[in-house]
C-alpha cells in the first residue's frame, strides 16, 4: 500500500525560496504509468494543483505557477521535491503530494472526484508565508 508523507518548513518569509519534500513508501516514483503531484489549498479557497513529475522524470506545471515552481526527484531516496520561488503571504496553505495516473497533468480538474478517488494523498502540511 503507497503512502506519502510532506514535510519541509513550516515558516518561510516572503520572497523566498518554499521548498517540501515528499518521501514514498510502498512504491517506486519511477513505477510506470504514475504521476506525482504536488496540490494545495489555501486559507477559505479550493483545492490548486501545482504540478506533477511523471514516472518517467517529465514535469507538468500549472500555467499560473510555472515561473516560479519546480518539481524534481531523487529516486534513490524515493522522493519528489517542489520548490516554490518568490512566495508571498498568498502562498501560504496546506500543501499536499499526491500520487495519480496523469489526469490532473493532462488538465482534469481537481475537483473530478473520480479521478480523486482513484488517487493517494499524503497528509499534508501547513506552510504559513509571514515575516
Known amino acids: 500500500q503507497v503512502q506519502l508523507q510532506e514535510s519541509g518548513p513550516g515558516l518561510v518569509k516572503p520572497s523566498q525560496t518554499l521548498s517540501l519534500t515528499c518521501t514514498v513508501s510502498?512504491?517506486?516514483?519511477?513505477?510506470?504509468?504514475?504521476?506525482w503531484n504536488w496540490i494545495r489549498r489555501a486559507p477559505g479557497k479550493g483545492l490548486e494543483w501545482m504540478g506533477a513529475i511523471a514516472y518517467s522524470g517529465s514535469t507538468y506545471y500549472s500555467p499560473s505557477l510555472k515561473s516560479r515552481t519546480s518539481i524534481s526527484r531523487d529516486t534513490s531516496k524515493n522522493q519528489f521535491t517542489l520548490q516554490l520561488s518568490s512566495v508571498t503571504p498568498e502562498d501560504t496553505a496546506v500543501y499536499y503530494c499526491a500520487r495519480d495516473l496523469g489526469s490532473w497533468a493532462a488538465g482534469v480538474s481537481i475537483g473530478n472526484m473520480n479521478v480523486r478517488a482513484q488517487s493517494t494523498w499524503g497528509q499534508g502540511t501547513q506552510v504559513t508565508v509571514s515575516s
Open positions: 510502498g512504491d517506486s516514483i519511477s513505477t510506470k504509468n504514475y504521476f
